[in-house]
């Protein structure tokens, strides 16, 4: 099969597809076909959602009309499909592990034949891909987790699940921006506040963006909470020029 493709997916939205795997290379394309698009500002098209492998795209019919909507993507996707390399935007977010604000670190642990110190260790070693948002305003679904630490869902979903827990699932790592039921597993928790209705922008992460997951014990998580409230603490964030 060849890509990508335009597909309808419904009378006010298209999809075009770009590959079929979970793949950085994927993600990269959607990300400069995205910010292609946008410059454009084609009258009509009112929003675009990135995932995995796809964008899809959001507009209004009696403004702009299909065929005419995917002739305009067809000669943006003839530019922009062979994404050129994108600086990486990485965002520190502190996270305080096991315990109360991880109570299923023993089990990761356990279950790929670890020490809790080392899954730790593995988690923090990595900056996370954003591949998409969904699930909950904020979810992030993040890529590029290593594999001696996956870990399957849990078998019951628990009902409720602190905003800032960070959990894993199979071989995706994610942050629960809202206290919301979910089934991952928790092996940490972060202060840093995902979704703020009060901000200008209340979501914190967007896709494209990389997380670097930084360790700290219970009194720096405290005095991070305590600081967040105050409104004098902002993650660290940093840019590095992909060779």
Same mark, same amino acid.
């Given at each position: 099969?060849?890509?990508?493709?335009?597909?309808?997916?419904?009378?006010?939205?298209?999809?075009?597809?770009?590959? $079929?795997?979970?793949?950085? $290379?994927?993600?990269?394309?959607?990300?400069?076909?995205?910010?292609?698009?946008?410059?454009?500002?084609?009258? &009509?098209v009112?929003?675009?959602?990135?995932t995995?492998?796809?964008?899809?795209?959001?507009?209004?019919?009696?403004?702009?009309?299909?065929?005419?909507?995917?002739?305009?993507?067809?000669?943006?996707?003839?530019v922009?499909?062979?994404?050129?390399?994108?600086?990486?935007?990485?965002?520190?977010?502190?996270?305080?592990?096991?315990?109360?604000?991880? /109570?299923?670190?023993?089990?990761?642990?356990?279950?790929?034949?670890?020490?809790?110190?080392?899954?730790?260790?593995?988690?923090?070693?990595?900056?996370?891909?954003?591949?998409?948002?969904?699930?909950?305003?904020?979810?992030?679904y993040m890529?590029?987790? $290593?594999?001696?630490?996956?870990? /399957?869902?849990?078998?019951?979903?628990?009902?409720?699940?602190?905003?800032?827990?960070?959990?894993?699932?199979?071989?995706?790592? &994610?942050?629960?921006?809202?206290?919301?039921? &979910?089934?991952?597993?928790?092996?940490?928790?972060? /202060?840093?506040?995902?979704?703020?209705?009060?901000?200008?922008? /209340?979501?914190?992460?967007?896709? &494209?963006?990389?997380?670097?997951?930084?360790?700290?014990?219970?009194s720096?998580?405290?005095?991070?909470?305590?600081?967040?409230?105050?409104g004098?603490?902002?993650?660290?964030?940093?840019?590095?020029? $992909?060779?």
């Amino acid at each position: 099969m060849t890509y990508p493709q335009i597909k309808i997916t419904g009378d006010t939205s298209v999809a075009v597809v770009f590959g $079929d795997e979970i793949s950085a $290379d994927i993600n990269q394309k959607i990300r400069a076909f995205d910010e292609a698009l946008n410059e454009e500002q084609i009258e &009509g098209v009112f929003e675009t959602v990135p995932t995995y492998c796809t964008l899809m795209i959001h507009y209004a019919p009696e403004v702009i009309r299909f065929h005419e909507l995917r002739d305009r993507l067809q000669a943006i996707l003839a530019v922009s499909h062979k994404a050129q390399k994108m600086n990486t935007i990485v965002m520190e977010i502190p996270v305080c592990y096991g315990g109360e604000y991880g /109570p299923d670190l023993e089990y990761v642990a356990q279950y790929n034949h670890l020490s809790p110190r080392e899954v730790v260790q593995i988690h923090t070693s990595a900056e996370y891909l954003i591949y998409m948002l969904g699930f909950t305003p904020g979810f992030s679904y993040m890529g590029g987790m $290593d594999e001696r630490i996956a870990t /399957p869902r849990l078998k019951t979903p628990r009902l409720l699940i602190p905003a800032g827990s960070v959990g894993i699932a199979g071989k995706q790592t &994610g942050i629960y921006p809202i206290d919301s039921p &979910g089934g991952w597993q928790l092996i940490g928790r972060t /202060p840093v506040k995902l979704y703020d209705a009060h901000r200008d922008n /209340p979501i914190l992460l967007d896709a &494209g963006l990389h997380v670097k997951f930084i360790p700290v014990d219970e009194s720096e998580y405290k005095r991070i909470e305590n600081r967040i409230e105050l409104g004098r603490y902002h993650c660290h964030t940093y840019v590095k020029e $992909d060779a």
